[in-house]
């Protein structure tokens, strides 16, 4: 994925970088309008799956240029191979399927099948025009338009994967022979070439081969490459799960199955933080398995077969929210951090997950990763409807994360690969699992304290150790959604706009806060789990048998931050409906006077801050156009920080310190686009303390009457997590 600069500003451009001519073909398009699918709560049926398909063809529709036998890209006339090739996937399956619908274009696919062996895209050039580390011949190019565009190890693969269905539904479609023997010919080129045979992988990403080797066996009756470089691949991937391959390099994976993206760098490079987008698109080799079986590969070693299981345990707890979209964490930061193409393309390792069973170490894995890419494809429609622009496609850049904005060309891509996804479930035969909303989960990297938490109530996560690679993380929580995936809290904010508990001297001047990310991976273990289904992880043990994570009542976490003036303990309890967190501020100095506050973060500027006295009375402490407020601590029942997407019910749990309940407010971040104010509970002021502390209950709210309701329920009796020397 490393590249020169001009190359991935030709990728980043759609093709267009150094292709003036092309880039002058611009075309005005009149926005479609679009009518959402309605989807019911998953599972999903075959009914609800070519729904979603078909509502987004009309758009697509509007893209095709019949006289270059293409669909055009963005607000140009330039095809690119991305968008074609997806396009052709979702037109074979729906004639493979006998589907009558919007997707059916049995012409388009004739044409696009046949146009995509044409060159361009196919490609024989012996020399690229630019460097170009991931230049091979032969192969595809990333447009439609010159064999001069870039070329990349993600394209081969899934232009082979279209043609290989429009070759299975090639009697359908009617496919001239002279289109089923190009079909057969590119797609076994392609594979027996030199980039994508073993021993060659691009980084450990080996389902880009896997896959080839799959569709080449399809279409050509040859199994060779399936049989022996697919078992080849799989068994070099599983054997450096634990140890690094390269004399200066690292594992496939961390001690806890976290994704290295950079096997040939040191495990604290930024890029191997970990990955769960990478993570979920290597684990698609899986689904080619049983084939490669039946193909005649030998099974690969039990002792490998123990390690994916367990990785792939790990990517469905620890990477997937009962949302449906990632619980997002990457090395690859702002250059893949909620990036909508990413996670449409991390959707197909719930495909392979979902229907692979021979790789669950549970045996409701499969109808959990089922339910998780379900809830995917309706976060996606509830994301498109939202659009601000009208254009009735989800936004590019996902959560107003636009620090690399991408432009329409891959909004569309977003999309097209959706819209395929949810052709290949049935293709893949999901419709016919049984698919279940999955308990609440757990999942503990305990080498850089990440703790992912899922339930269908909320979703949060704890990143202790950062190494650099992304601008939040700590012992606090690092963002807070609600169970449909709205943001509740933040999506990753950094103090003011975090949660965590602020220190300040007598100047004003801070001198601790308790979510700052450790660069690098400490000597004790970041975060330590006083309590899970399993016993306490004071310091887990490197790539066990089964991965520390999974279904869940109670998971306690307890991390420290300290400076020379104090030392902070966070002690978070995690239940599937509610949060509690207990704070203990320690001073280790005696000389001056000292501020703490314990801060809560909102979402969006026209976010709303309201206390609930006990008294009953409601104050409103921030609200735009409003002048803040504060409040005694003492006098408050709970807190309603109501932000522009969601919101979240802050209960305290006994009597605060005495202090102020007052407002801050936070500047724009990279990692918080749209930060509210921020509710600061003040439990000491400039004073001379031993030791104070705050404790409270945290759970997200859509409304004020729900949040009343919330409340209710959280201000039940204290829990105190057990005291452990």
């Known amino acids: 994925m490393l590249r020169s600069a001009q190359v991935t500003a030709g990728l980043a451009a759609g093709g267009l970088a150094g292709l003036p001519d092309l880039a002058r073909a611009r075309i005005d398009r009149d926005v479609v309008a679009l009518s959402p699918p309605g989807l019911v709560r998953p599972p999903f049926q075959r009914d609800e799956y070519w729904r979603f398909a078909d509502w987004l063809q009309p758009y697509f529709d509007a893209l095709w240029i019949p006289d270059k036998r293409l669909y055009g890209s963005g607000n140009s006339s330039v ?5 074609n090739s997806l396009l052709l996937t979702t037109h074979a399956i729906a004639a493979l399927e006998g589907h009558d619908g ?16 044409e060159s361009p895209p196919w490609s024989e050039l012996t020399q690229p025009a630019v460097p170009d580390p991931q230049f091979h011949n032969p192969g595809w190019v990333e447009s439609l338009g010159t064999r001069d565009a870039a070329m990349d190890k993600s394209i081969d693969p899934k232009v082979a994967e279209a043609l290989t269905y429009a070759w299975r539904a090639r009697d359908v479609l009617d496919l001239p022979q002279e289109t089923i023997d190009l079909i057969a010919d590119r797609i076994s080129r392609c594979a027996h070439g030199p980039f994508f045979r073993y021993p060659s992988v691009r980084l450990n990403q080996i389902n880009w081969n896997c896959e080839l080797y799959a569709h080449s066996s399809t279409v050509t009756g040859d199994t060779e490459l399936l049989r022996l470089d697919y078992r080849e691949q799989v068994e070099r991937f599983s054997e450096g799960i634990r140890r690094k391959l390269t004399p200066r390099g690292s594992p496939n994976l961390g001690p806890g199955y976290r994704f290295h993206y950079l096997p040939g760098a040191r495990p604290w490079h930024p890029y191997n933080l970990d990955s ?18 039946r193909a005649g590969m030998q099974p690969i070693a039990p002792q490998y077969m123990t390690l994916l299981r367990a990785w792939i345990e790990h990517i469905v707890y620890g990477y997937w929210t009962h949302g449906g979209y990632l619980n997002w964490d990457t090395g690859y930061g702002f250059k893949r951090w909620h990036a909508g193409r990413t996670w449409a393309l991390a959707q197909q390792g719930l495909l392979a997950i979902a229907t692979s069973p021979r790789f669950h170490n549970v045996s409701d ?17 509830r994301l498109s409807v939202a659009a601000p622009d009208g254009r009735g496609i989800a936004p590019a850049n996902l959560y107003d994360v636009e620090v690399q904005p991408l432009g329409l060309s891959i909004r569309e891509m977003f999309a097209a690969r959706m819209q395929a996804n949810a052709a290949r479930a049935i293709a893949l035969g999901l419709d016919q699992l049984r698919g279940e909303e999955p308990p609440p989960l757990y999942s503990f990297d305990g080498d850089i304290g990440r703790l992912a938490i899922t339930t269908p109530a909320y979703n949060t996560a704890v990143l202790a150790v950062n190494q650099h690679a992304v601008p939040y993380g700590g012992i606090e929580l690092a963002r807070l959604y609600d169970g449909d995936q709205h943001v509740a809290s933040s999506v990753g904010g950094r103090p003011l706009a975090s949660f965590g508990v602020l220190v300040r001297d007598g100047s004003a001047k801070e001198v601790l806060f308790s979510q700052r990310g450790h660069a690098e991976v400490p000597k004790r273990p970041p975060l330590e789990l006083l309590a899970t289904p399993h016993g306490p992880v004071h310091r887990a043990k490197p790539y066990p048998r089964r991965p520390y994570g999974g279904p869940f009542q109670t998971i306690v976490a307890r991390g420290t931050s300290h400076s020379a003036e104090a030392a902070i303990q966070t002690v978070h309890r995690f239940s599937p409906s509610y949060i509690e967190t207990h704070w203990r501020i320690t001073r280790r100095k005696r000389r001056g006077r000292l501020t703490v506050d314990v801060l809560f973060p909102s979402w969006g500027r026209k976010a709303k801050i309201e206390a609930v006295l006990i008294d009953g009375r409601r104050v409103t402490l921030a609200q735009r156009g409003i002048s803040p407020r504060v409040v005694r601590a003492r006098d408050v029942a709970y807190y309603y920080l109501a932000g522009e997407d969601s919101g979240y019910v802050v209960v305290p749990i006994g009597t605060p310190a005495g202090g102020l309940a007052h407002v801050l407010r936070p500047k724009r971040q ?31 709210a859509a409304s004020t009457d729900e949040a009343t309701d919330v409340a209710r329920r959280l201000r039940g009796p204290s829990r105190r997590p057990k005291r452990h020397r």
């Not at 095809?79 to 968008?83: A, E």
């Not at 919007?102 to 062996?117: E, Q, S, V």
């Not at 749209?674 to 303390?689: D, H, K, N, S, W």
């Open 365 to 381: 894995l499969g109808g959990w990763a089922k339910y998780l890419f379900d809830r995917g494809l309706q976060l996606f429609e």
């Open 670 to 700: 990279s990692s918080a686009p749209r930060p509210g104010p921020t509710l600061a509970v003040q439990i000491v002021r400039q004073g001379r303390f031993h030791r104070t502390g705050l404790a409270a209950r945290i759970a997200p």
């Open 102 to 117: 919007a997707t059916r274009n049995d012409d388009r696919a004739r044409i696009l099948a046949h146009r995509l062996c």
């Open 79 to 83: 095809g690119r191979i991305y968008h």
């Open 276 to 293: 769960a987008e990478y993570a979920s698109e290597t684990c698609h080799f899986i689904i080619h398995y049983e084939a490669a079986l």
